[in-house]
Each structure stands twice: as C-alpha cells, then as structure tokens.
T-cell receptor, first 115, second 114 residues
Framework: AQSVTQPDIHITVSEGASLELRCNYSYGATPYLFWYVQSPGQGLQLLLKYFSGDTLVQGIKGFEAEFKRSQSSFNLRKPSVHWSDAAEYFC?????????????FGSGTRLLVRP | GAVVSQHPSWVICKSGTSVKIECRSL??????MFWYRQFPKQSLMLMAT?????????EQGVEKDKFLINHASLTLSTLTVTSAHPEDSSFYIC??????????FGPGTRLTVT
C-alpha cells in the first residue's frame, strides 16, 4: 500500500541555519512526489514537485528537494532559513486510485525558527 | 496562476442546520476537485473526490448523506454539511486539479457548530 512517512513531528532551527526535512515514501511504481507548506489557518501551497528527470528539484522560496530512489526518500532542503519559513510542511505522493489521481500525505513536520 | 478560492473562510452555525462551502478554480478548469478535512495539528484527510457532472466518490467512513458534494461546473464544487453537529466542527480544505496529480488548494474554511 502507498504511504508517506515524515519521521520528524517538530524541527527547530535558528534563523540563517540550513534545513532538511525528511520524507520517505512507499509506492510500487514511479512516484510523483510533492512538498507543500501550510501556514496556520491557511490552505496548502505547493513548494515543488518531482515527476521525472533531474532528481534535484528546485522550488519556490529557495527550497529544493532530492529524489533518491534507492532510499525511497524525497527530502526537502533550504540552505538558509528565514523566520517566515515557520510553518507546517507536508510531503505527498501521487497515487492512482479509483480512476482518480489522489495525493497521499505524510503526517507533516512543524518547523519552528529561532530568532 | 492556478488559484483556488473557498467561501466562506469561516462559518459558525447552530447544531441541526446545514452549511454550504464553495470551492472555485479561478484561472483554470478543474477536471477533478477534492475535499479534505483537517483536525488540529493533524494531516489532511481526504473525504471525497468529485468530477464535473458526475457523482462524488467518498472515502471509506465518510457519510455521503451528511457531506453532500456537487460539482456543477469545471470551476465550481460545493460541499454541504447537512444537519451539522459539534463533532463536524473542523477545517475543511478543497483542492482542484487541471489533470493528473498536481493539486492546487484553497485557503480552507473553518466550520464551528454550536
């Protein structure tokens, strides 16, 4: 069965420090992978996606993610975190089910940024 | 581009009444729209998938008679919570896709049932 695991519930980093959020997926075929960010009381904003090709994907707001098939991972990175990056981050895998393309979300990682 | 709106952003209703939430794709045609529910500090739970002009497909455990979904056009889907009770209080988020896997999310609707 398809699943997404985000092993870190909370991560705290200092402003200006680098960031890596972990995501592991389980999916039988070639995965379609996404990272979304959610600010409190808001919907989800797409940060980046991987469908095929270059395994290092660039996204908005200075984020990037690397697809590693051998590790079933799609970790999100940012070289220098800003206070405005504090939010909830969700990794998702696309799965075709019931004739629809659905997203399976991880449980999320809450990022806290120290001034 | 790829903007999805939801209305209202928050609503308070009395127990036993019904409330309708609208989801619109503003700058693209959505072949499929999705409705999610999110509890505090939790991930999104998919409630149902709707395709324009056809009946919605509900996830296991979601009461289709309580959560009525209508997808009347390629830019509008509505979720009606019927006979709402306090346990229906939650954050409801819709998403829309022009096709394939990419989903664009609305800003969410906070429902409080008193």
């Amino acid at each position: 069965a398809q699943s997404v695991t985000q092993p870190d519930i909370h991560i705290t980093v200092s402003e200006g420090a680098s960031l890596e959020l972990r995501c592991n997926y389980s999916y039988g075929a070639t995965p379609y992978l996404f990272w979304y960010v959610q600010s409190p009381g808001q919907g989800l904003q797409l940060l980046l996606k991987y469908f095929s090709g270059d395994t290092l994907v660039q996204g908005i707001k200075g984020f990037e993610a690397e697809f590693k098939r051998s590790q079933s991972s799609f970790n999100l990175r940012k070289p220098s975190v800003h206070w405005s990056d504090a939010a909830e981050y969700f990794c998702a895998v696309g799965a075709r089910m019931d004739s629809s393309y659905k997203l399976i979300f991880g449980s999320g990682t809450r990022l806290l940024v120290r001034p | 581009g790829a903007v999805v709106s939801q209305h209202p952003s928050w609503v308070i209703c009395k127990s036993g009444t019904s409330v309708k939430i609208e989801c619109r794709s503003l700058d693209f045609q959505a072949t499929t729209m999705f409705w999610y529910r999110q509890f505090p500090k939790q991930s999104l739970m998919l409630m149902a998938t709707s395709n324009e002009g056809s009946k919605a497909t509900y996830e296991q455990g979601v009461e289709k008679d309580k959560f009525l979904i209508n997808h009347a056009s390629l830019t509008l889907s509505t979720l009606t919570v019927t006979s709402a009770h306090p346990e229906d209080s939650s954050f409801y988020i819709c998403s829309a896709t022009p096709g394939h896997y990419e989903q664009y999310f609305g800003p969410g609707t906070r429902l409080t049932v008193t």
